[in-house]
């Protein structure tokens, strides 16, 4: 059973409230026998020290790791607070040219199912990130340095993708730099057949929630082109799709596993709308649809884009990994 941060930390507060009330009443009981006691040899008094140290360290051990887990959850609820700071309000003072970092310190991917790496669902002899990746960079020492999803990733770093709750995905990236971050990952971009199958599920469905399409389950019917919502007085707003402050709109990209109802039957959230999705066809296909439209290049877990190369990004274009199953 996998637990939150969250939950870890009122586990161990709880444990650590009985194991000091449990400490201070045997510290009491000890000092009452060395009182009455007190011409016990020295060397029981040294055992019982011993064992009040003992006890006292493994007291001191707990309270840091508790204090670990509660800096790293303000940390968290903090950046969460920042990152989701109004959209209206960001997009507002928007710069395309600042890079801007949501993500920091919410990046945590959960064991992966059977086989497969963390963040990933199994399904048959294949794996397949859960959510939309988000991306980072791998430094030199194997540490990560977070990548502001806004922009197209510079050339000559190396990224990693990561699949994780609750974090703004990898818009404005091409084919070229999705196989490559789910490369570094020890995965791959998954196959058109691949994709299709988890979109539908076990029961192959026309979307990943059913037979049927339900309005607002997933993120794909935004009213306003962002781009024209953006850029109101520009002769050609679909030339400016590159822009970093598009997906910084309200009402537009949403956070991965925030529509909690756009999800398969086998557990993976978000491949309908939200993001078109790379898959591995030299051809250069991306699926799914995205937060504006999930109908018009076919419905739901059917729907396919054609019409750009491998090397082709804007604001839309996102993806997620697959991997082999390790068993």
């Not at 360290?57 to 303000?74: F, W």
Request: proline letters at 4%; one cysteine or more; a positive charge.
């Amino acid at each position: 059973m996998t637990y939150s941060l969250k939950s870890k930390l009122y586990i161990e507060t709880l444990f650590i409230h009985v194991l000091l009330q449990s400490f201070l009443y045997n510290l009491y009981m000890y000092n009452l026998f060395i009182i009455i006691f007190i011409i016990l040899p020295t060397g029981v008094l040294a055992s019982v020290s011993d064992i009040t140290t003992d006890i006292s360290r493994s007291v001191e051990k707990i309270i840091s790791r508790h204090s670990y887990l509660t800096k790293t959850l303000n940390s968290t609820n903090e950046n969460r607070t920042c990152s989701l700071d109004t959209k209206k309000e960001r997009s507002s003072k928007c710069n395309s040219k600042t890079h801007q970092f949501p993500n920091r310190g919410i990046l945590i991917e959960v064991p992966g199912d059977k086989g497969c790496p963390n963040g990933m669902v199994r399904i048959n002899n294949y794996c397949i990130d859960k959510y939309e990746a988000a991306l980072v960079e791998v430094n030199q020492d194997g540490s990560w340095t977070d990548i502001s999803p806004y922009h197209h990733p510079k050339k000559n770093i190396k990224i990693r993708a990561v699949s994780a709750k609750g974090a703004v995905p990898q818009g404005y990236i091409n084919q070229i730099k999705a196989k490559q971050a789910c490369h570094n990952s020890g995965k791959r971009l998954c196959t058109n057949k691949e994709w299709l199958r988890a979109c539908q599920g076990s029961k192959k469905n026309m979307y990943p929630y059913g037979k049927k399409r339900v309005n607002k389950k997933c993120n794909g019917s935004r009213k306003i082109h962002p781009a024209v919502e953006l850029f109101p007085k520009a002769k050609n707003p679909y030339s400016k799709i590159q822009n970093a402050c598009i997906n910084q709109l309200n009402d537009g990209l949403a956070l991965t596993g925030e529509y909690s109802e756009c999800v398969s039957d086998d557990g993976v959230f978000d491949m309908m709308g939200n993001l078109h999705e790379w898959t591995s066809d030299s051809s250069g296909i991306f699926r799914g649809g995205y937060y504006v439209d999930t109908k018009r290049n076919g419905p739901g877990c059917y729907y396919r884009t054609t019409a750009h190369d491998t090397s082709h990004w804007d604001y839309s274009t996102g993806f997620r990994c697959c991997a082999n199953a390790a068993d």
